[in-house]
């Protein structure tokens, strides 16, 4: 036999042994899917696939799901058929096995009845379907042919003519109506346009108001030629008070509810400012609601003003529940009472946790965290955290045998749920703006090698305009880093090698002054065929400082600030993310960052904390960790990377990266993804013992690249990642030897195991 002969061989026996059909009895038809034609005249055939499509997906049942044309998942419940209730096959039964959908199961008249009334509702009110079955051997299909008509469009859109409140509200509504002239009639946005306008209306203080006191009403008959006339009109029936504008008389804010508590208590309340303040007095002080209290009295009703006070309520941190009432108190005119109870929850919580991570030089290790948490530490719903930490981590690969790292440290953190300053700030969205002061100490042990010591302090604020933007503005930003117990063998790699990176990273550091952050996120939002990441950060250091004293390096004029010489300059970091929808289960997801340091006055290069470092499995995925750059260097050709596992953490003070990933669902908990990356690192100036570094007009020669392939598990808690790179250029070789395309194999791969998306 030939090859191709032992193929169709193979095939024929793949098809016998997945064959379903044999399974039933001989009575049975396997339901195998159904076809709707749209016939008429008075459709495009772009509109007929929409419609084909939109129809298609509204039949029922569905029939057997299939893979690679083959109906899997059936022939494995036939296989699995069993009588217990557990084991190996019960499990495959349930979990993998799919039942088989019989053609008894179809009702045909039915779904032409779903599927005509659909075409009605979207404008082809003279459509007629019929349906019917095809049936061959043991499967049977359906086919629906649907004859839409003409479909009819907007001649006119007629808003309320009357003046009294309600009338000119809704007409005042009409700018950002749902309905067009022109469009074609459709159900589902005339009942949207409904809820548009009562949603408006709420905005404006008519409280008691409901998308049913409006009624739609159409004429085709007017118009003719295929068009309709639609006037929105308020239903007579429609009560006094949801005509009325109400406005808020008194605001009563209970901050120790329970379901007990079945008294008003109004005798006992306490007034701050605009609101009053009932019970609580002993555990919350009444100015803490001043930032979600965001109705006054004497205001028109404003319903997402009401709802971000809600929200404000929530982000307090106290409290674990809220609700509210309105009371109408005054029958005769729109004015409204407004409750809102709060249910504390326990003030203080000690937490421990024992967590799995991998850091961004590709350790992986783990960290006990013991926090301590107060809610309410001065009764203004203040946020007081002291977290202690422990953790060990390991660096793993075929290149990176790195010596363990140990950490031990303590942070405490306040945060204030309003802005402490001179000014006074005020929002009305849906975010509670806080002030945070946090500290905190950090040991860091490299085994064998030295150990650093880490002050930090920071003090700033943070405010949200809304759901996908955020700032963060640090007045002082305050660190020191010295370094303790260098040992012999660090110093020794310093002086053989004349790497100064090994030097840089056990200097002392100081830096201290403000930064700014801004964040947009909108990747949270499913819906979206395109979403879109921004983090934006500028950090300066020391800039008055260094130009009132005169500091100037390159001069020999080093200044100190208590005893050791500060870092100063001006530090920018930019990354965006895109990802665009392929398909319900597939989609392209992208990433570029730019991020540049520039050292000035008393520093020539950035301090080791705040450069820049590439590679490993968030980044490059082709190269190890921290071992690509800066530029064109090489660490390989130092004397202390020969014959040895010891490798520097190569750092930069400009970055640029560029990712692109393929991701899609295989089956199950399963993704796969294809991926290329690209980028470097460079020093903003020359250094000695470090060629090449520099960045320079010839950077674009110097960037990496990588591809490489991975799977995903998708445990719902976690997202475990399995990534196999192949680098594709590397800057540290010669110009003719950079291409390694020709060098691609699983001996020179890179394999990254990680939690979470790369990006």
Same mark, same amino acid.
């Given at each position: +036999?030939?090859?191709?002969?032992?193929?169709?061989?193979?095939?024929?026996?793949?098809?016998?042994?997945?064959?379903?059909?044999?399974?039933?009895?001989?009575?049975?038809?396997?339901?195998?899917?159904?076809?709707?034609?749209?016939?008429?005249?008075?459709?495009?055939?772009?509109?007929?696939?929409?419609?084909?499509?939109?129809?298609?997906?509204?039949?029922?049942?569905?029939?057997?799901?299939?893979?690679?044309?083959?109906?899997?998942?059936?022939?494995?419940?036939?296989?699995?058929?069993?009588?217990?209730?557990?084991?190996? *096959?019960?499990?495959?039964?349930?979990?993998?096995?799919?039942?088989?959908?019989?053609?008894?199961?179809?009702?045909?008249?039915?779904?032409?009845?779903?599927? !005509?009334?659909?075409?009605?509702?979207?404008?082809?009110?003279?459509?007629?379907?019929?349906?019917?079955?095809?049936?061959?051997?043991?499967?049977?299909?359906?086919?629906?042919?649907?004859?839409?008509?003409?479909?009819?469009?907007?001649?006119?859109?007629?808003?309320?003519?009357?003046?009294?409140?309600?009338?000119?509200?809704?007409? =005042?509504?009409?700018?950002?109506?749902?309905?067009?002239?022109?469009?074609?009639?459709?159900?589902?946005?005339?009942?949207?346009?409904?809820?548009?306008?009562?949603?408006?209306?709420?905005?404006?203080?008519?409280?008691?108001?409901?998308?049913?006191?409006?009624?739609?009403?159409?004429?085709?008959?007017?118009?003719?030629?295929?068009?309709?006339?639609?006037?929105?009109?308020?239903?007579?029936?429609?009560?006094?008070?949801?005509?009325?504008?109400?406005?808020?008389?008194?605001?009563?804010?209970?901050?120790?509810?329970?379901?007990?508590?079945?008294?008003?208590?109004?005798?006992?309340?306490?007034?701050?400012?605009?609101?009053?303040?009932? =019970?609580? =007095? /002993?555990? %919350?002080?009444?100015?803490?609601?001043? #930032?979600?209290?965001?109705?006054?009295?004497?205001?028109?009703? #404003?319903?997402?003003?009401?709802?971000?006070?809600?929200?404000?309520?929530?982000?307090?941190?106290?409290?674990?529940?809220?609700?509210?009432?309105?009371?109408?108190?005054?029958?005769?005119?729109?004015?409204?009472?407004?409750?809102?109870?709060?249910?504390?929850?326990?003030?203080?919580?000690?937490?421990?946790?024992?967590?799995?991570?991998?850091?961004?030089?590709?350790?992986?290790?783990? !960290?006990?965290?013991?926090?301590? *948490?107060?809610?309410?530490?001065?009764?203004?719903?203040?946020?007081?955290?002291?977290?202690?930490?422990?953790?060990?981590?390991?660096?793993?690969?075929?290149?990176?045998?790195?010596?363990?790292?140990?950490?031990?440290?303590?942070?405490?953190?306040?945060?204030?749920?309003?802005?402490?300053?001179?000014?006074?700030?005020?929002?009305?969205?849906?975010?509670?703006?806080?002030?945070?002061?946090?500290?905190?100490?950090?040991?860091?042990?490299?085994?064998?090698?030295?150990?650093?010591?880490?002050?930090?302090?920071?003090?700033?604020?943070?405010?949200?305009?809304?759901?996908?933007?955020?700032?963060?503005?640090?007045?002082?930003?305050?660190?020191?880093?010295?370094?303790?117990?260098?040992?012999?063998?660090?110093?020794?790699?310093?002086?053989?090698?004349?790497?100064?990176?090994?030097?840089? %990273?056990?200097?002392?550091?100081?830096?201290?002054?403000?930064?700014?952050?801004?964040?947009?996120?909108?990747?949270?939002?499913?819906?979206?065929?395109?979403?879109?990441?921004?983090?934006?950060?500028?950090?300066?250091?020391?800039?008055?400082?260094?130009?009132?004293?005169?500091?100037?390096?390159?001069?020999?004029?080093? *200044?100190?600030?208590?005893?050791?010489?500060?870092?100063?300059?001006?530090?920018?970091?930019?990354?965006?993310?895109?990802?665009?929808?392929?398909? &319900?289960?597939?989609?392209?997801?992208?990433?570029?960052?730019?991020?540049?340091?520039?050292?000035?006055? #008393?520093?020539?290069?950035?301090?080791?904390?705040?450069?820049?470092?590439?590679?490993?499995?968030?980044?490059?995925?082709?190269? !190890?960790?921290?071992?690509?750059?800066?530029?064109?260097?090489?660490?390989?050709?130092?004397?202390?990377?020969?014959?040895?596992?010891?490798? &520097?953490?190569?750092?930069?003070?400009?970055?640029?990266?560029? /990712?692109?990933?393929?991701?899609?669902?295989?089956?199950?908990?399963?993704?796969?993804?294809?991926?290329?990356?690209?980028?470097?690192?460079?020093? +903003?100036?020359?250094?000695?013992?470090?060629?090449?570094?520099?960045?320079?007009?010839?950077?674009?020669?110097?960037?990496?690249?990588?591809?490489?392939?991975?799977?995903?598990?998708?445990?719902?808690?976690?997202?475990?990642?399995?990534?196999?790179?192949?680098?594709?250029?590397?800057?540290?070789?010669?110009?003719?030897?950079?291409?390694?395309?020709?060098?691609?194999?699983?001996?020179?791969?890179?394999?990254?195991?990680?939690?979470?998306?790369?990006?």
């Amino acid at each position: +036999m030939t090859k191709r002969s032992y193929i169709f061989v193979l095939i024929a026996v793949l098809l016998s042994a997945c064959s379903t059909t044999k399974y039933l009895a001989p009575d049975q038809k396997l339901y195998t899917g159904a076809q709707v034609k749209v016939i008429d005249k008075n459709t495009t055939k772009s509109e007929s696939k929409a419609l084909t499509e939109e129809l298609e997906d509204l039949l029922r049942p569905k029939p057997n799901a299939k893979i690679l044309g083959l109906r899997f998942k059936l022939w494995v419940y036939e296989k699995t058929k069993t009588n217990k209730v557990r084991g190996l *096959r019960h499990y495959l039964n349930t979990h993998f096995g799919e039942p088989p959908v019989l053609a008894s199961s179809v009702d045909v008249v039915k779904n032409s009845a779903i599927l !005509q009334n659909r075409l009605q509702n979207e404008s082809y009110f003279v459509a007629q379907v019929n349906g019917d079955t095809i049936s061959k051997k043991q499967t049977t299909k359906a086919v629906y042919t649907a004859q839409t008509g003409p479909a009819y469009h907007y001649h006119k859109i007629e808003f309320p003519q009357d003046k009294d409140d309600l009338d000119t509200a809704v007409t =005042g509504t009409a700018k950002q109506s749902f309905l067009k002239v022109g469009d074609k009639y459709n159900l589902d946005i005339i009942k949207n346009e409904r809820i548009r306008i009562d949603a408006k209306l709420k905005e404006e203080g008519f409280y008691y108001f409901a998308p049913e006191d409006l009624i739609m009403k159409y004429d085709s008959s007017s118009a003719g030629n295929h068009q309709v006339d639609m006037f929105v009109k308020i239903k007579e029936t429609t009560p006094d008070e949801a005509r009325w504008i109400y406005k808020i008389r008194n605001i009563y804010v209970y901050p120790h509810y329970t379901l007990k508590d079945t008294a008003a208590k109004l005798d006992s309340a306490i007034k701050y400012r605009w609101y009053n303040v009932i =019970g609580g =007095g /002993n555990t %919350v002080n009444p100015y803490t609601f001043k #930032n979600s209290v965001l109705l006054h009295p004497k205001d028109i009703y #404003n319903r997402t003003t009401h709802n971000n006070s809600l929200s404000r309520f929530i982000e307090l941190g106290p409290f674990t529940y809220v609700k509210n009432r309105f009371d109408d108190v005054t029958p005769d005119s729109p004015f409204l009472d407004v409750y809102y109870y709060l249910t504390q929850a326990k003030r203080k919580s000690l937490t421990a946790e024992i967590i799995a991570r991998q850091t961004s030089a590709n350790y992986d290790g783990t !960290q006990f965290n013991l926090s301590f *948490r107060n809610k309410n530490t001065f009764k203004g719903a203040e946020l007081l955290t002291v977290t202690f930490f422990v953790s060990s981590d390991k660096q793993f690969g075929a290149y990176n045998n790195g010596l363990s790292v140990y950490q031990f440290g303590v942070k405490p953190s306040l945060s204030w749920p309003r802005f402490i300053s001179p000014f006074d700030f005020e929002t009305d969205n849906a975010f509670i703006p806080r002030t945070i002061l946090s500290t905190g100490y950090t040991l860091i042990d490299r085994a064998q090698l030295y150990r650093l010591n880490s002050f930090d302090v920071s003090w700033g604020y943070q405010w949200k305009p809304n759901l996908h933007r955020q700032n963060t503005l640090d007045l002082l930003d305050f660190t020191y880093v010295n370094a303790g117990n260098v040992s012999a063998r660090y110093t020794d790699s310093i002086r053989r090698s004349g790497n100064p990176t090994l030097k840089h %990273v056990i200097d002392n550091q100081l830096t201290f002054g403000p930064s700014f952050s801004y964040m947009y996120d909108n990747t949270t939002e499913d819906f979206r065929t395109n979403s879109f990441y921004y983090m934006g950060k500028v950090s300066l250091s020391a800039n008055i400082y260094g130009l009132l004293t005169g500091a100037d390096t390159l001069s020999g004029k080093v *200044r100190t600030l208590f005893g050791t010489p500060f870092d100063q300059y001006i530090k920018l970091e930019n990354e965006i993310r895109y990802f665009h929808k392929l398909g &319900p289960n597939s989609k392209l997801a992208t990433r570029f960052m730019v991020d540049v340091g520039l050292p000035y006055g #008393n520093s020539t290069i950035l301090p080791y904390t705040q450069q820049f470092f590439i590679g490993g499995p968030n980044s490059l995925r082709g190269f !190890q960790a921290r071992t690509i750059g800066p530029g064109a260097f090489d660490y390989r050709t130092l004397e202390e990377a020969k014959g040895t596992n010891f490798l &520097p953490d190569e750092s930069g003070d400009i970055k640029i990266e560029a /990712n692109a990933e393929y991701r899609s669902k295989l089956f199950s908990i399963v993704e796969g993804a294809f991926f290329v990356d690209a980028g470097n690192i460079w020093l +903003m100036r020359p250094h000695n013992g470090l060629p090449g570094a520099a960045f320079g007009k010839n950077f674009l020669s110097q960037v990496a690249v990588d591809g490489g392939f991975g799977l995903r598990f998708n445990l719902s808690v976690l997202i475990l990642r399995t990534d196999l790179g192949f680098p594709l250029v590397d800057p540290s070789q010669s110009s003719g030897q950079r291409n390694l395309f020709n060098q691609i194999s699983f001996r020179h791969s890179v394999f990254n195991l990680a939690i979470g998306y790369p990006f």
